[in-house]
């Protein structure tokens, strides 16, 4: 049973339009949202997150939506550069605790043409 | 540089032998966290600790156990690998707190392949 879900396996966007990637959670307990980027052989580097009591974070050309009803978030990356290029992973987590665990989504392919 | 060393970088090892993977942090982090990725699969939780022997299965924890004996390591042990453990494995570390949400910092990971 997936609880953090990301459709989209990849994204082919031109240089300087908008990115943008899509999450879906299904766990009414997570209260904090976070995307990653991650490059081959490397490991997952930490973008920009937003807590349950926002609806929006920016962060310079990344900016996060949450839609708490719809359970979804996504991340816009305007302008897009081709460095961008990479597999960008939502993760989700409740509060801390005991259970304070991420649950990664399986990952977009996000590809940036010059 | 978020303070976090895995060791080995790469192994390979032969089926039925044990393994053990290192996670240590120098930031003195509470929590500590053993992903591995997988093509078609992502991150997937296998083992964290949410403190000093302290810690609890993830979603893919069949054939692994952790200890963690002090704040700074974190070990994975691969009881008797299989094939089907090949895999990158990444340790991750997280400060956070009951009333608190944080990121979570990854190491570079470590390519297991088991022959």
């Known amino acids: 049973d997936q609880q953090v879900k990301q459709n989209s396996p990849s994204l082919s966007v031109q240089e300087g339009r908008i990115s943008i990637l899509n999450c879906d959670y299904t766990?009414?307990?997570?209260?904090?949202f976070l995307w990653y980027k991650k490059y081959p052989a490397e490991g997952p580097t930490f973008l920009i997150s937003?807590?349950?009591?926002?609806d929006k974070n920016e962060d310079g050309r990344f900016t996060v939506f949450l839609n708490k009803s719809a359970k979804h978030l996504s991340l816009h990356i305007v302008p897009s550069q081709p460095g961008d290029s990479a597999v960008y992973f939502c993760?989700?987590?409740?509060?801390?605790?005991?259970?304070?665990?991420?649950?990664f989504g399986k990952g977009t392919l996000l590809t940036v043409n010059p | 540089d978020a303070g976090i060393t895995q060791s080995p970088r790469h192994k390979v090892t032969e089926t039925g032998t044990p393994v053990t993977l290192r996670c240590h942090q120098t930031?003195?982090?509470?929590?500590m966290y053993w992903y591995r990725q997988d093509p078609g699969h992502g991150l997937r939780l296998i083992h964290y600790?949410?403190?000093?022997?302290?810690?609890d299965k993830g979603e893919v924890s069949d054939g692994y156990s952790v200890s963690r004996s002090k704040t700074e390591d974190f070990l994975l042990t691969l009881e008797s690998a299989t094939s089907s453990q090949t895999s990158v494995y990444f340790c991750?570390?997280?400060?956070?707190?009951?009333?608190?949400?944080?990121?979570?910092?990854f190491g570079q990971g470590t390519r297991l392949t088991v022959v």
């Open positions: 766990n009414s307990m997570f209260d904090y």
């Open positions: 937003i807590s349950s009591i926002k």
């Open positions: 600790s949410y403190g000093v022997k302290d810690t």
């Open positions: 993760a989700a987590s409740p509060l801390g605790g005991s259970n304070y665990k991420l649950t």
């Open positions: 991750a570390i997280r400060k956070g707190s009951a009333s608190m949400n944080t990121e979570a910092f």
């Open positions: 930031e003195n982090h509470r929590y």
